[in-house]
């Protein structure tokens, strides 16, 4: 009988460590990316605004974003499992948009409209 109790207490104790231990596995990673905002209504431009929301949300494993403005920075959520920082970043860099030290794919940038360009 003890014998019993001590193997379903091991059982358990197992079955508890898999299950933190794929939790943490799944846990969203955040990446605030620096980048350049040349207008103050990207977020909501017609065009460029609503180009970039669908290609990043696109991305598989992205789960949401903000984008500051002020501060110039993109901060994504993503599921590692999924994706990677450097994978968005590409991304990000053919909606032509510079990602830290990735600069903007010059095709895409030149289709953004006059107002979110550096002029």
Known sequence: MQFLKTITLLLVTLMSAQLSFSQQLKKNE????????????????????KNFQSGLLKLKGVKMYELDQNYMTITVYYNAQKTNLTTIKTRITELGYDADEMKADFSSYEKLDNCCKKI
Do not use: N, Q
């Open 30 to 49: 955040k990446a605030v990316i620096k980048t350049h905002i040349y207008c103050d209504h990207c977020k909501e431009c017609e065009t460029c605004g």
